[in-house]
């Protein structure tokens, strides 16, 4: 059974930093893109970041270029996403899924984690 389990996140002040983290079991951890998603009530899942199992590229929609990074540690299983700078506008309840092939689809990601809450105060 694959199970993505995340933990992280939390209440932050803008301009503060927070990290995710997300740890996959049942799985081939090391041929699989990992990728961070986040969805508010009003928007479907959105793409925020992904990094892949070749060469480990990295990945990262406009809105969080230069504020957040992606990485990952086959040895650990684990996908993280370091979030710096945080704007009002990064609150969502963040997801970590696993693809076998592409990148910044929702639908090519087969496994999900359970989501957390990110939130950041003005």
């Known amino acids: 059974q694959v199970q993505l389990v995340q933990s992280g996140g939390g209440l932050v002040q803008a301009g503060g930093s927070l990290r995710l983290s997300c740890v996959a079991s049942?799985?081939?951890?090391?041929?699989?893109?990992m990728g961070w998603f986040r969805q508010t009530p009003d928007k479907e899942r959105e793409f925020v970041a992904t990094i892949t199992y070749v060469a480990q590229s990295t990945y990262y929609a406009d809105s969080v270029q230069g504020r957040f990074t992606i990485s990952r540690d086959n040895a650990k299983s684990s996908v993280y996403l370091q979030m710096d700078n945080l704007k009002p506008e990064d609150t969502a309840v963040y997801y970590c899924?696993?693809?076998?092939?592409?990148?910044?689809?929702?639908?090519?990601?087969?496994?999900w984690g359970q989501g957390t809450q990110v939130t950041v105060s003005s």
């Open positions: 049942g799985l081939e951890f090391y041929r699989y893109n």
């Open positions: 899924g696993a693809a076998e092939a592409g990148l910044r689809h929702p639908g090519v990601y087969g496994y």
